[in-house]
């Protein structure tokens, strides 16, 4: 069974820049969260999608942004990049039924902008 | 709000020993779950052991175990008999579950095992 799968791995870009990242979620997951990390503030929420609907948002501006295919792929965009939005961007699936076991995370895509 | 402190930026312990990660978190909310994730370098989040607050019983998976107190909002994680593959950032985190079970997590640990 394929686990979470975000591509791509590294990215860079510049600032004033927009970008993209993917998320595939594991077969029959349709919730999928998204989450910001960088060093010293932990895992930050930025939305939450089930059925093609953002269920859920975190405290972002609105450069921060996303969506949900009707395949479960998910895809954020980040707009007029910041030299600090330079993180590690996490995606996680679950079964809605049972979220209370926990997230299963991709390895994420490190964003760097300069 | 929501909060999970975690108040050990780094942590280290030698091989064989026994180890505790602490973890505070603050919700008014009574029904939650507890979560411990380790990532390692490669990056991947992985679910070490969860807790649901209405059990008193504490959690326990191989070599790691936590202790619950929710009174006092604590939930530190012990890892007994360390190995160099526990080598990790670990993150405490809760669930709230009826409130879009979003996740928060604390700013997590890192632990290095010494050989």
């Known amino acids: 069974k394929a686990g979470v799968t975000q591509t791509p791995r590294y990215l860079i870009k510049t600032r004033g820049q927009q970008v993209t990242l993917s998320c595939s979620p594991i077969?029959?997951?349709?919730?999928v969260s998204w989450y910001q990390q960088t060093p010293g503030q932990g895992l930050q929420f930025l939305f939450e999608?089930?059925?093609?609907?953002?269920?859920n948002k975190g405290n972002f501006p609105g450069r921060f942004s996303g969506r949900q295919f009707s395949n479960s792929r998910s895809e954020m965009n980040v707009s007029t990049l910041e030299l600090g939005d330079s993180a590690l961007y996490l995606c996680?699936?679950?079964?809605?039924?049972?979220?209370?076991?926990?997230?299963?995370f991709g390895s994420g895509t490190r964003l760097t902008v300069v | 709000a929501q909060t999970v402190t975690q108040s050990q930026p780094e942590m280290s312990v030698q091989e064989a020993e026994t180890v505790t990660l602490s973890c505070t978190y603050d919700?008014?909310?009574?029904?939650?779950?507890l979560f411990w994730y380790k990532q390692p370098p490669s990056r991947q989040m992985i679910l070490v052991i969860r807790q649901e607050a209405y059990k008193q019983q504490n959690a326990t998976e191989n070599r790691f175990s936590v202790n619950f107190q929710k009174a006092a909002k604590s939930f530190s994680l012990k890892i007994s008999d360390s190995q160099l593959g526990d080598t990790a950032m670990y993150f405490c985190a809760f669930m709230i579950s009826n409130t879009g079970n979003q996740f928060y997590f604390g700013t997590g640990t890192s632990l290095t095992v010494i050989p």
């Open positions: 919700t008014s909310e009574s029904n939650y779950y």
């Open positions: 077969s029959g997951h349709r919730s």
């Open positions: 996680a699936s679950s079964l809605e039924v049972r979220k209370r076991d926990g997230y299963t």
């Open positions: 999608y089930f059925s093609e609907t953002q269920r």
